[in-house]
């Protein structure tokens, strides 16, 4: 499990598709010969393991599984890298989007085992992101006792603005207009004039002050009006966290997903595996004319 949580997370789906696919009992391991990079800490720190089931309800097989012990003793793993995984599900390793009507982001599945036959690729791995994907009760209850003070009671939209270490490896949209041309394209499409609350996750807190001064008017509401995190998320920093630090820093991230999935209209960018995530994650019936990017006119699929 290598990255940041929304790509661990994405490679840990399509492997666990590719498992059931093959028939084939699958075992996450955060260990590995190294900790998973969201787990590792630097000393006096101790590395936190488990690390996803600190926050989710187990998504494998246990480790202490009979299973799992008897592949690891007679050497029966098979351990597909991240280049492998996006080959088999992409048929190439760079992949992810493409643009709304190939056919590709629609192509037929089947898992056997789970007897699906013939169901829409977007669908099955919406369905399987939630058999997957489950939040532990005390997280959840973080989650939803905080957006509940946001009163996002009715429609709203949600804005994904990605800095910190993304800055580092590709170029990011820096400007906020860009975000703010979109909103006013959602309102006259899907809100009927009317500007609602608009949600903003952000690694960035300092976002929130400067798209509050471009439209001062309309009611912006999200975590970092409760955080301290100006300087983006930059993974390599995780390892000076203590273990408060990283509860913060997940209850907050965690309740954003939350929020971004439950949007009627996403915003976001396209160079982030969280817009991937947050994808799969909306209802299962959401349509891509609630989706956009705005660095991009691709798709994810």
Same mark, same amino acid.
């Given at each position: 499990?290598?990255?940041?949580?929304?790509?661990?997370?994405?490679?840990? #789906?399509?492997?666990?598709?590719?498992?059931?696919?093959?028939?084939?009992?699958?075992?996450?391991?955060?260990?590995?010969?190294?900790?998973?990079?969201?787990?590792?800490?630097?000393?006096?720190?101790?590395?936190?393991?488990?690390?996803?089931?600190?926050?989710?309800?187990?998504?494998?097989?246990?480790?202490?599984?009979?299973?799992?012990?008897?592949?690891?003793?007679?050497?029966?793993?098979?351990?597909?890298?991240?280049?492998?995984?996006?080959?088999?599900?992409?048929?190439? *390793?760079?992949? /992810?989007?493409?643009?709304?009507?190939?056919?590709?982001?629609?192509?037929?599945?089947?898992?056997?085992?789970?007897?699906?036959?013939?169901?829409?690729?977007?669908?099955?791995?919406?369905?399987?992101?939630?058999?997957?994907?489950?939040?532990?009760?005390?997280?959840?209850?973080?989650?939803?006792?905080? #957006?509940?003070?946001? /009163?996002?009671?009715?429609?709203?939209?949600? #804005? +994904?603005?990605?800095?910190?270490?993304?800055?580092?490896?590709?170029?990011?949209?820096?400007? #906020?207009?860009?975000?703010?041309?979109?909103?006013?394209?959602?309102?006259?499409?899907?809100?009927?004039?009317?500007?609602?609350?608009?949600?903003?996750?952000?690694?960035?807190?300092?976002?929130?002050?400067?798209?509050?001064?471009?439209?001062?008017?309309?009611?912006?509401?999200?975590?970092?009006?409760?955080?301290?995190?100006?300087?983006?998320?930059?993974?390599?920093?995780?390892?000076?966290?203590?273990?408060?630090?990283?509860?913060?820093?997940?209850?907050?991230?965690?309740?954003?997903?939350?929020?971004?999935?439950?949007?009627?209209? *996403?915003?976001?960018?396209?160079?982030?595996?969280? +817009?991937?995530?947050?994808? *799969?994650?909306?209802?299962?019936?959401?349509?891509?004319?609630?989706?956009?990017?705005?660095?991009?006119?691709?798709?994810?699929?």
């Amino acid at each position: 499990m290598n990255g940041g949580l929304t790509n661990a997370l994405h490679f840990a #789906l399509k492997g666990t598709i590719w498992a059931y696919e093959e028939f084939t009992c699958y075992f996450i391991d955060e260990r590995g010969p190294n900790p998973a990079q969201m787990a590792q800490r630097d000393p006096p720190l101790e590395n936190i393991d488990p690390f996803l089931e600190r926050y989710f309800e187990p998504m494998s097989l246990p480790r202490d599984h009979s299973k799992v012990k008897w592949a690891m003793k007679n050497h029966k793993f098979v351990e597909p890298d991240y280049f492998q995984i996006n080959y088999h599900e992409y048929g190439r *390793f760079n992949a /992810g989007l493409l643009p709304i009507d190939d056919p590709t982001r629609h192509k037929k599945r089947d898992l056997q085992s789970l007897f699906i036959y013939e169901k829409d690729n977007i669908w099955v791995k919406k369905y399987m992101l939630r058999r997957l994907f489950r939040i532990l009760p005390r997280m959840r209850d973080i989650a939803c006792s905080r #957006l509940s003070n946001y /009163g996002l009671n009715e429609e709203y939209i949600a #804005l +994904s603005v990605r800095r910190g270490d993304k800055e580092l490896e590709v170029e990011l949209v820096s400007s #906020l207009q860009p975000y703010i041309d979109e909103v006013e394209v959602a309102v006259k499409t899907h809100f009927k004039g009317k500007v609602p609350k608009i949600f903003v996750a952000s690694d960035d807190c300092s976002v929130m002050a400067d798209i509050r001064q471009l439209r001062p008017n309309w009611e912006f509401v999200g975590e970092c009006d409760n955080a301290t995190e100006d300087n983006g998320f930059i993974l390599a920093s995780a390892k000076h966290w203590t273990l408060e630090q990283t509860d913060r820093h997940y209850e907050k991230f965690i309740t954003e997903m939350i929020a971004m999935a439950s949007a009627k209209y *996403f915003i976001g960018v396209s160079t982030t595996n969280v +817009s991937f995530w947050i994808y *799969f994650m909306r209802h299962i019936n959401a349509n891509d004319d609630t989706w956009v990017f705005v660095d991009s006119e691709l798709y994810p699929y």
